[in-house]
């Protein structure tokens, strides 16, 4: 049997990635989390700019790795760290749009469900229906962290879009009470049913209606989100 390389979007070889992923979107944003979170950090990949590292956060071997935008490009990255690194827990931290007039800049919110009416599921598994879960268990204990913490989280369904830019008369109102929108999770959920894994994602609120955050504050600030995606990967 010929020695395992990587794939097309990783150069990790097998045994460098730890069982617990956290996955920002940005990879500045994996590097920051890298940095300032973990010990005894190593990079494991930087093909296409797509930056991963594995340290230890307490004393217990985290990964933390880049999945960019939209969900093809998190069901690549995804895939492949299921399916070829045996990565058991995906925990997606990523900014989204607050939906609720509640919500504030730097709130956090974790997904109950994804919404999106984005064909992948159904072209890659056979999977109908426009509703994505993840997995129960760790989705429950990201809220029982963050409780811990002394955290307010907003918990519910979340939209997965397929678009950043649209043309607003094509614009129809979704089926679901939605409480964010972003474009990752519905993919990530889909990955982790098929391939029997374990996937939850976390967002921070980076932009509502007439208030939006910085490009590095989309890197950095969102510490609360980390924080608890960290606190609950040592104990998986």
Do not use: W
Not at 22 to 40: C, T, V
Not at 44 to 55: A, P, Y
Not at 70 to 84: A, V
Not at 109 to 114: M, T
């Amino acid at each position: 049997m010929s020695e395992f390389n990587g794939t097309p979007h990783n150069s990790a070889k097998v045994g460098e990635i730890a069982k617990t992923v956290i996955m920002p979107g940005d990879p500045l944003r994996a590097k920051f989390i890298a940095e300032n979170f973990l010990e005894d950090v190593k990079e494991f990949n930087h093909v296409r700019g797509m930056l991963g590292f594995t340290g230890t956060y307490k004393g217990v071997p985290v990964s933390v790795m880049g999945h960019g935008m939209g969900i093809p490009s998190i069901g690549i990255y995804s895939y492949e760290l299921y399916n070829f690194y045996g990565v058991e827990n995906i925990i997606r931290v990523g900014s989204c749009g607050g939906m609720l007039p509640e919500m504030d800049l730097y709130d956090v919110v974790l997904a109950d469900s994804a919404y999106s009416p984005s064909s992948f599921a159904k072209v890659a598994f056979g999977y109908d229906g426009d509703l994505m879960y993840p997995s129960k268990e760790l989705t429950d204990k990201l809220a029982e962290t963050a409780e811990k913490q002394g955290r307010h989280i907003f918990r519910g369904i979340v939209y997965s879009s397929d678009c950043f830019y649209s043309d607003p008369s094509l614009q129809r109102t979704p089926p679901y009470d939605l409480i964010a929108v972003e474009m990752e999770s519905f993919g990530l959920f889909a990955n982790a049913k098929y391939l029997g894994k374990n996937a939850a994602c976390l967002l921070t609120i980076s932009d509502k209606e007439g208030a939006e955050t910085t490009p590095e504050e989309r890197q950095t600030a969102f510490k609360a989100m980390m924080e608890i995606a960290l606190d609950t990967a040592v104990t998986l």
